[in-house]
């Protein structure tokens, strides 16, 4: 095996961690894999191989999440982003009404899309106070196709923590929250996540959806840009990220051995519990974001004296920790604790705080 260099404690918002067991197994799989003396980079979409692999990472999506046969699951290509575009092309008619709420960049994104196939009402926005809320005072119109939201707000460190009630199914943007606790699958009616946060590498954008709502505006659509050819195609119509659907199914079989989303919840509020009590508590950092809408994911908080912020990021830094300084939009720090994180690095994170405290306090 090749040596590696020390390895680090990363806190990055994405592409991010994934567990050391997966990067394992996923570097051994790029030699041989599976004893086939072939590497998974090499083997064909349409191989036996790779079939199970397919088959396996879509009945743990199946699995872990409780979709039934009325969702399809699928691996698609094209980043989160381009699912701001797909959801409305594929589900809103010209003359219907979405509704949207706008809790940050990435909703502001998706808004921006969907108004080039329909009418969008953006029915509560945290825009006014730079997105430290989540907006609680909203009426969902009964008339509206479908309720569009980010779930966790990977920049402004935000996070719904119960969904909406509403008539109308919810479309969530669930990129930096996926399968990080427990939800009613039946709320939904389309999940899409970027694999690069909390599922896998950057290259698959996992896609679930009520096929029963598929085709109802009757729009003309390009034959990769409708999500009926990827069902009909069983995510197989072009070559689909192989690798990239490798390691988010091994990603997955970890966190169902883990105990899937019951366990994570507890380990994942566990760690963001000993952060905010630091940030809390610590006299020389703040928090950025209402508590009650704290993200279990990523974590903001900014130095109380602003010329601390080179200083911490070099503490950090000689202890090995990357990956924390915050989004310019927010400034200050972000930690992201996603799914893989283990509760020592957090710790540690902690202890060069409480370190930072009493070298600067
Ligand atoms: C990262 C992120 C995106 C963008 O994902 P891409 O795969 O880069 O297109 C969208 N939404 C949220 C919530 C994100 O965190």
Known sequence: MV???????????????????????????????????????????????????????????RKIGGFDDSYAVLFLSGGASSQFFMAPMNLLGENEKAAYLDTGSWSSKAIKEAKLYGNVDVIASSKADNYTHIPKKFQVPDDAVYLHLTSNNTIFGTQYHEFPETKVPIIADMSSDMFSRPFDANKFGLIYAGAQKNLGPAGVTLVIVKKDWL????????????????????????TPPVFPIYVLML????????????????????????????????????????????????????????????????????????????????????????????????????????????KHG
């Open 215 to 238: 085709g109802r505006t009757g729009r003309k659509l390009p034959s990769m840009l409708d999500y009926r050819t990827h069902v009909d195609g069983g995510s197989m119509y072009n």
């Open 251 to 358: 990603t997955l079989r970890w966190l169902k051995n883990l105990g899937g989303l019951t366990a994570i919840e507890k380990h994942n509020q566990a760690k963001a519990k000993i952060l905010y009590d630091e940030i809390d508590s610590n006299p020389l950092f703040k928090g950025t974001v209402a508590k009650e809408d704290r993200s279990l994911m990523n974590v903001c908080f900014l130095p109380v004296n602003p010329d601390h912020e080179a200083l911490f990021l070099d503490a950090c830094k000689k202890a090995e920790i990357s990956g924390v300084k915050g989004h310019r939009s927010v400034g200050g720090f972000r930690a992201s604790i996603y799914n893989a994180m283990p509760q020592d690095s957090v710790q540690l994170l902690v202890d060069v705080m409480q370190d930072f405290a009493v």
């Open 3 to 61: 040596e590696t260099t020390i390895k680090k404690h990363n806190f990055s918002a994405g592409p991010a961690i994934l567990p050391q067991s997966v990067f394992e197994e996923a570097a051994q799989a790029v030699l041989d894999f599976n004893g086939s003396g072939l590497s998974i980079l090499e083997i064909s979409h349409r191989s036996k191989n790779f079939d199970a692999v397919a088959i396996e990472a879509e009945a743990l999506v």
